[in-house]
């Protein structure tokens, strides 16, 4: 063998390698429409008693959550024998990823992130017949946008929350309630550097509702259809406030409440989740959380099941888990959120939970606009004039700068 | 090319054997045979995902489901090019790993010159192991440490406190310190064993010469250490480009790696057409750290 | 010594200043693993070893020790093998490509862990999802291996190029066939260069984060197990513990390759630590 020859043969061996590579990867990945309707997963049993039966089998369940949603993971393990495997996602646009690995068999997605996960096909139609606990959901929450498709449900409601405003009491004074202290220059000038944001392009919707408010010759009504003269302004408010300092969390809600703790932060968004840690931290550290007067933005979650799940059954016994009234009652406090089970009120160790959470209470619901994808089409008589998530997207990184 | 010649072998060799007279006579194949399974893997697996990344770099998404749709276009690139926030970011990170690499380098000269070249075998053995250490005790572990410790109720300014002094350590001046921890034993490490190899009697010599210290020390020290510098910098410089979690942990400023990050899941295109920029940036820094005989530095 | 001893009062100072900053933060990660509190302040109000139990007996750390080790050794093996082969073709070998090649091993090492990380990722969903091959321990250790061959092929090139090749021609007219020479001859030789840099890939994937993030799926790597936890709120403290744990655990193999690397070697020139350094560093 001479090495001229060889090196064409290296060469030729290269070209056809690279020449496969590409049509391999040109020819899959495309992600597949599925047919939106059927709730057939292969290995699902066809019964709520052979699911039960395939689960033992199965053993574990794996799923992408918000942190602190997964509960009584123990007991359900003993009571279905799948052990449960939990991925905590920093934002919808990070689990939606997760799911995209196909290694995951189910997640707690929010509005933003179900919508696009239905409309892909990533996560499958559920037959409610094999979850029983879906019955004592609250109607009203059942068959929204952003947990089902033309009337058939993609999963099964989880619980809602507001974003809260948080600030330290020692810096903050206690009557705040505008969201202005993180969005007017001089309010901003006394925190420099120790403003909390979440680190998501959704975020963008908090400026926006804020601008809603003040600005109303803006002519904002809801906070995720924005044209281009509102998307400016909200980008310019969102500029203003990342040039006197910020800190982001991006999900992981540990860094935010280690800042607070410390000092480094004083002031921002927040999930519940956070208050309630801090809170009932040793010792606690003095926080107020409100929802401001101008409203907030928020979330009704919805657990789904990957549309090509490994482990259909032990998901399927999950889903019914998380809104069997135990579970609900954990995550509610827990976590600091709504149930969509009334029945868990009854269970919680704050016998106010509900109450206090506003549960039943869908005045209080009126202004907190849940997370939802921004799509071209403003829902009125402006037709496709509205950013997308991808201007939101590309909008969140120069605005970080 | 590893096939046996069909040539009749006498019956008393073994397989062992006619191969070996095979290899003998063909140098060229057992040099293939050699390279087959490292080639084949480097290309298939590295280069082969490399280039799979790249190609996502030339497809576009769907503006609402954020998916890649399989049609070619430059958009993402002209994106790159054309929005500053992208060329702030890949400047700033440059800037980064230079000055990381630096303190390193200041850093690590001083204790590999004395393992190499003042401390008894014992110390010196036990200075190695004590270099080595920090590389097991997790990256993670570290940066959150680090993260505790440069908060504002944190050691640093615990310490500082009470002279009246204050340090915003969650800051690019905290991650800079950050980075310059975390990669340090990368760069003690080759100097040390750079600094090793320097005969005694070229010391000496320049010594007897009538070289004085410093002399001895730019002239003939740091010249024969210098590719061993350059080799750590290899390290020091291509970890920072592109980490992103230390960045997340301690500032909010943006560099290459988290907005890769951020961005891979939402705008994976975009996000491939990102990597190039520390994809050239390493490949030139290597050409010029070969040109520099640091690949020889040992 | 040629340095005066004003150069080495110094020298002798800028490394205690150099120790002092690596050590400080590794105490205050010790300090922390007994600390009562979850969050982590400063200073620390309580102590308690309580956390120590909770880590002992938690099952997620075990399987994730259990699966990095697994990891760590699939993938130190791998890259043993190729690494030796591709520093044996290198070194005894002139041939178009040579210095390719040396590019080519340490490149994934060079690159950013997030390229490599994503590239792997995008090709597994891509190309081998449709294959039937999903993420896995599997994925973790062809993406680990693939930056650890650097290590080996440095360490044992620097072996290759102080041991003479004559050698191997020698057991050749000796009559030795090609395993019988690999065998007595040349393992022999290399086998310590090999334990080094395999000892050093081991430390690489064992505490590699960014590119087990990417090929893992749902597969808990102590460093994914690390990184989860230290997002949440409740158990931060066992991080720490486990950390002081795998810090002083990690003095047995340091110790035996610092004493491996000096004691081999038919050429014995410099009985040194220096093929375990050599193996962070590059060379063709």
């Known amino acids: ?401 | 090319m590893t096939s046996v010649p069909v040539a009749e072998p006498p019956p008393q060799e073994g397989l062992g054997r006619r191969l070996s007279t095979f290899f003998f006579r063909h140098p060229r194949a057992r040099l293939w045979t050699l390279l087959a399974l490292p080639l084949t893997w480097l290309v298939v697996v590295y280069f082969g995902s490399l280039f799979v990344l790249l190609l996502s770099s030339l497809w576009d998404t769907d503006p609402f489901t954020r998916q890649v749709v399989h049609k070619f276009t430059l958009e993402n690139f002209q994106r790159i090019i054309d929005t500053p926030v992208y060329r702030d970011v890949a400047w700033r990170t440059i800037k980064m790993a230079a000055f990381v690499t630096i303190a390193d380098a200041v850093l690590a000269f001083p204790i590999a010159y004395y393992m190499a070249r003042v401390a008894s075998p014992r110390t010196r053995n036990l200075l190695v192991i004590a270099v080595l250490m920090p590389l097991w005790a997790g990256y993670l572990v570290k940066a959150y440490a680090w993260r505790t410790i440069l908060s504002e109720g944190g050691v640093i300014n615990w310490a500082l406190d009470p002279i009246g002094l204050h340090f915003d350590g969650l800051s690019t001046v905290g991650l800079w310190l950050v980075f310059t921890y975390l990669w340090l034993p990368y760069m003690i490490l080759p100097v040390y064993a750079g600094l090793e190899r320097i005969p005694d009697s070229l010391l000496e010599a320049s010594a007897d010469l009538g070289g004085r210290s410093l002399k001895t020390f730019t002239r003939v020290i740091l010249p024969l250490a210098f590719p061993a510098i350059v080799a750590g910098s290899i390290f020091t410089f291509s970890l920072t480009l592109g980490d992103y979690i230390a960045p997340g942990l301690i500032t909010s400023e943006q560099f290459i790696g988290t907005v890769i990050y951020n961005i891979r899941g939402e705008a994976l295109p975009t996000a491939a057409a990102f990597s190039l920029v520390p994809i050239v940036v390493v490949t030139a820094y290597l050409l010029v750290a070969r040109k520099l005989r640091a690949f020889e530095s040992l | 010594m040629v340095e005066s001893t004003f150069a080495r009062i110094l020298l002798r100072l800028g490394a205690l200043v150099t120790l002092a900053f690596i050590y400080l933060p590794l105490f205050i990660i010790g300090l922390y693993a007994f600390n009562k509190n979850v969050t982590q302040a400063w200073p620390i109000e309580k102590y308690s070893t309580k956390w120590f139990s909770v880590a002992y007996h938690d099952e997620a750390v075990r399987e994730a020790l259990k699966n990095s080790l697994f990891a760590a050794l699939g993938a130190t093996a791998i890259s043993i093998v190729l690494g030796t082969l591709a520093s044996l073709a290198v070194a005894r070998y002139r041939f178009f490509g040579r210095e390719v090649i040396t590019f080519a091993v340490i490149l994934p090492i060079a690159l950013p862990g997030i390229v490599t990380g994503l590239a792997l990722q995008a090709t597994i969903i891509d190309v081998l999802g449709p294959l039937g091959i999903t993420f896995g321990l599997t994925t973790i250790i062809v993406g680990h291996a693939t930056f650890c061959i650097v290590v080996i092929y440095n360490n044992v090139i620097a072996r290759l190029r102080r041991t003479a090749g004559s050698l191997d021609e020698a057991s050749a007219d000796l009559g030795a066939d090609n395993w019988q020479t690999f065998r007595h001859v040349m393992l022999p030789q290399l086998r310590t260069a090999m334990l080094a840099g395999g000892l050093l890939a081991f430390a690489l994937s064992f505490d590699e984060v960014i590119v087990t993030i990417f090929t893992a799926g749902a597969q808990q790597t102590l460093p994914i197990w690390i990184f989860a936890t230290l997002a949440r709120p409740d158990d931060q403290p066992i991080v720490n513990v486990v950390a002081l744990f795998v810090l002083l655990v990690s003095i047995v193999p340091i110790y035996l390759a610092t004493q491996l690397a000096g004691s081999s070697g038919i050429t014995a020139e410099r009985p040194k630590q220096s093929s375990v350094i050599a193996s962070i560093d590059a060379e063709p």
């Open chain 1, 1 to 401: 063998m001479n090495g001229r020859n060889t090196r064409i043969a290296r060469w030729a061996v290269f070209g056809l390698l690279v020449a496969a590579l590409s049509v391999v990867a040109a020819g899959c990945g495309g992600g597949d429409d599925g047919d939106a309707a059927s709730t057939e997963i292969e290995g699902l049993g066809s019964s709520l008693d052979e699911i039960k039966e395939l689960a033992k089998q199965e053993g574990v369940v794996n799923i992408v959550q918000w942190a602190g949603y997964a509960q009584l993971v123990k007991e359900f393990a003993a009571a279905t024998g799948c052990k449960v495997k939990a991925k905590d996602g920093a934002s919808s646009d990070d689990m939606i990823s997760l799911i995209q690995t196909g290694a995951y068999d189910g997640v707690s997605a929010s509005g933003n992130a179900s919508v696009r996960l239905m409309t892909t096909g990533e996560v499958a139609p559920v037959n409610t017949d094999f979850i029983p606990n879906y019955a004592d959901v609250q109607e009203g929450i059942k068959t929204q946008n952003y947990n089902s498709l033309d009337g058939q449900p993609y999963g099964v409601p989880h619980g809602r929350g507001p974003n809260y405003l948080m600030f330290r009491n020692d810096i903050v004074p206690a009557d705040t309630d505008s969201w202005n202290v993180i969005w007017d220059q001089d309010q901003l000038d006394k925190n420099k550097g120790k403003i909390s944001i979440y680190d998501d392009s959704i975020f963008i919707a908090d400026a926006a509702v804020y601008l809603k408010a003040t600005q109303p010759d803006l002519g904002i009504d809801n906070p995720y259809e924005l044209d281009d003269d509102q998307f400016n302004a909200v980008v310019d408010l969102l500029k203003t406030q990342a040039a006197a300092g910020v800190n982001y969390w991006p999900g992981d809600v540990a860094k935010q409440i280690a800042e607070y703790t410390n000092g480094d932060s004083v002031v921002g968004t927040t999930w519940p989740y956070q208050y309630v840690q801090l809170t009932a931290a040793d010792p606690p550290v003095a926080v107020t959380a409100i929802k401001p007067k101008e409203g907030t933005t928020g979330w009704s979650d919805t657990w789904m099941i990957y549309s090509k799940a490994a482990h259909p059954n032990c998901m399927y016994l999950w889903m019914d888990h998380m809104i069997s009234p135990e579970a609900q009652a954990a995550v509610a406090e827990g976590f600091g959120e709504a149930p969509v089970n009334l029945k868990a009120c009854e269970l919680t160790e704050n016998q106010n939970h509900c109450d206090e959470y506003h549960a039943d209470d869908e005045d209080w619901w009126s202004d907190v606009y849940y997370w939802t994808t921004p799509v071209a089409d403003c829902g009125d008589d402006r037709g496709e004039a509205c950013k997308t998530q991808e201007d939101w997207e590309a909008a969140w990184t120069e605005i970080k700068g």
